[in-house]
C-alpha cells in the first residue's frame, strides 16, 4: 500500500539525505529544476545502467546513439513540435497565474485554495490560447541575427535523423532498434509533484523499426511486454502496475495503437504514465523524408524492395522512474523488541546507491582499522560506506532510510576469528561470514537481477 503523504515524505528524506535538492536553492529555487546529490545522482545512474543494459548490451538487434540536444530547427517543424506540442492556457487578470485549460478541475485558486480557478469572486479568466512547450534559444554570436534553436522536448528525433547512418555503419537489418538516454525539456505549465514532471528532465527512449508489411503488430505487443517486465524487474510492486490504453480521442492521428505504463505513485497522486508504448506507423521517418528532401527508406536487398519501416517507440522518463522507485520503496515500520520504529527506502539491491555500510562496533580494540581497511578493499568492487560514529542501531537506521541493503559489523569476534555479521535491511536478519568472502557475498546478491 502506497504511503498516504509519501511525497512530502520523499521531498524531506531526499534532501536530508542528499538524493535530490531544489536548483539554485540558495536563490529561492528556479520552477520545477531538481539537482541530483550525492546519492540521488548514484541511484538514477543505476536506472540508466539497468535500462541500458536491458535495451542494448543484452541485444545484439539495438544499437546505442547519443545525439545533441541542439539539433536544425527544421526538425522541429517536421516532427509537428513548432505547430503542435502546446497545451491551451488561461490566464487569471486578477492573480497573474496561469493554468492549462483542460487541467482546470485539477487546479486551485492561488487567492482561495478551496476553489477552483474562475470560482472565486475576483477571477478573471481570459479564453484559452495555445502555448508551445519548446524552450528557445539562439544559436550564434550576435543576437538579433542568430537562429532561433530549441532545446529539444524528446529525444527521439535524433534517433529518426540518424536512422539511416546508423543502419548503414552497423550493418543491422530491420527489425533493429536504436536506444537513447538524454536530457529533454519542456516548458511545462503544471509541473510539480516533486521530480514527476520537471521541466528539464532525462529520457530513456527507443525506437525499433519494422517492416510495414511484416509483423508489427507483433512487436508492437512484445514490447509492451518486455518494458512492463523490466519495470517489475526493478521491484515496483504487481499491483502497482498497470497497462492504460490510449482511447480513440487520446491517439495521436497517425498512430496506430498506445499503451502507458501507468504506476501507482500514492499520495495524491494516483495511477500515473511512467511509460509509453507507441505504434507510430511510418510517421516520423515520412515526415523527415519529406522535410529534408533525403530518403529514409531501407533497402531489403534479398527481397530487392524499399520501404519506410515502421516504427514501434518505447518512452520512459529517467526521473519519473526514480520517483517512482522512491515511493515504492518507503515504508515506516515497528521493529521487533525495539521503541524507535525506522523508515527503509526498500530499493533493489541493484539500484540502491550504497551496497554496504561498514561498521567497526566500537572505536577501539583495532576494530575501527580493520573496518577501514575492508572497506578500502570493497570501494573498487561496489560503493560502500564507512561510518564508526553513534550507536550502532543509529548507523543501521542511517543505512535503512537510504535503501543500502547490508550493513556489515566488525566485533570482538572479527579480532579473533576474521568473521563479521552482515544484517540483511529487509529481513534483519544477521549471520556470520568471514570477512575474504564478504566480496562475493555482496556481489552476488547487487547484480543486476
Ligand atoms: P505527460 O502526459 O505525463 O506529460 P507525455 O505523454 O507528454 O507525459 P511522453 O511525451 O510520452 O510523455 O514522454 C515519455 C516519458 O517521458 C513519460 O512517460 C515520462 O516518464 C517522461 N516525461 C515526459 N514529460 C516529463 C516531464 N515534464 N518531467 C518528467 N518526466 C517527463
Redesign the pocket.
Known amino acids: 500500500m502506497p504511503h498516504p503523504d509519501v511525497m512530502d515524505k520523499l521531498v524531506s528524506l531526499c534532501k536530508r539525505r542528499g538524493f535530490i535538492f531544489q536548483s539554485s536553492e540558495i536563490y529561492g529555487g528556479t520552477g ?1 529544476v531538481w539537482d541530483y546529490g550525492p546519492l540521488g545522482v548514484e541511484l538514477k545512474k543505476n536506472v540508466k545502467d539497468r535500462w541500458w543494459h536491458a535495451m542494448v548490451r543484452s541485444r545484439d538487434d539495438i544499437e546505442g546513439l547519443d545525439a545533441a540536444i541542439l539539433m536544425n530547427p527544421r526538425v522541429w517543424e517536421a516532427s509537428g513540435h513548432v505547430s503542435g506540442f502546446t497545451d491551451p492556457l488561461v490566464d487569471c487578470k486578477a492573480c497573474k497565474a496561469r493554468f492549462r485549460a483542460d487541467k482546470l478541475e485539477d487546479a486551485r485558486c492561488p487567492r482561495k485554495p478551496s476553489r477552483r480557478p474562475g470560482e472565486h469572486t475576483d477571477c478573471q479568466l481570459t479564453e484559452p490560447r495555445q502555448f508551445n512547450l519548446m524552450f528557445k534559444t539562439f544559436m550564434g554570436p550576435v543576437e538579433e541575427s542568430a537562429a532561433v534553436v530549441y532545446l529539444r ?2 529525444t527521439a528525433q535524433g534517433i529518426y535523423v540518424n536512422f539511416l547512418n546508423v543502419q548503414q555503419a552497423t550493418r543491422q537489418k530491420v527489425p533493429f532498434g536504436i536506444a537513447q538516454i538524454g536530457k ?1 525539456f ?1 516548458n ?1 505549465i503544471t ?1 510539480g509533484n516533486f ?9 530513456m ?1 527507443m525506437q525499433f523499426f519494422v517492416d510495414p508489411n511484416g509483423d508489427h503488430m507483433q512487436w508492437f505487443e512484445f514490447w509492451k511486454a518486455q518494458r512492463m517486465a523490466w519495470h517489475a524487474s526493478l521491484g515496483l510492486q504487481h499491483d502497482r502496475l498497470l497497462f492504460h490504453q490510449h482511447s480513440p480521442e487520446e491517439l495521436a492521428h497517425y498512430a496506430r495503437a498506445a499503451f ?2 501507468q504506476f501507482d505513485f500514492g499520495g495524491g497522486l494516483g495511477f ?5 508504448v ?1 505504434h507510430r506507423g511510418d510517421f516520423d521517418l515520412g515526415r523527415h523524408q519529406e522535410y529534408s528532401g533525403k530518403k529514409l527508406e531501407y533497402f531489403d536487398q534479398p527481397n530487392n524492395r524499399r520501404f519506410v519501416p515502421f516504427v514501434i517507440e518505447t ?7 526514480t520517483l517512482a522507485l522512491l515511493a515504492n520503496g518507503y515504508r515506516e515500520e515497528a521493529v521487533p523488541g525495539e521503541d524507535e520504529g525506522r523508515v527503509v527506502l526498500g530499493l533493489h539491491p541493484s539500484l540502491a546507491p550504497i551496497k554496504a555500510g561498514i561498521f567497526p562496533l566500537v572505536k577501539k580494540d583495532g576494530m575501527p582499522e580493520f573496518a577501514a581497511k575492508l572497506a578500502g578493499e570493497l570501494r573498487p568492487h561496489f560503493p560502500v560506506f564507512y561510518d564508526e560514529s553513534g550507536a550502532i542501531g543509529r548507523r543501521y537506521r542511517r543505512q535503512d532510510e537510504v535503501g543500502t541493503p547490508f550493513c556489515l559489523t566488525i566485533d570482538g569476534e572479527t579480532m579473533l576469528n576474521g568473521t563479521v555479521t552482515v544484517r540483511d535491511r529487509d529481513s534483519l536478519r544477521q549471520e556470520r561470514i568471514a570477512a575474504d568472502a564478504v566480496r562475493d557475498y555482496v556481489s552476488a546478491r547487487v547484480g543486476n537481477g
Do not use: Y
Open positions: 520545477s522536448p524528446e529533454a519542456r511545462e509541473p521530480i514527476f514532471r520537471t521541466r528539464e528532465f532525462e529520457q527512449e502507458d505504463i500515473q504514465e511512467i511509460e509509453g507507441h518512452s520512459v522518463g529517467a526521473d519519473r522512474t
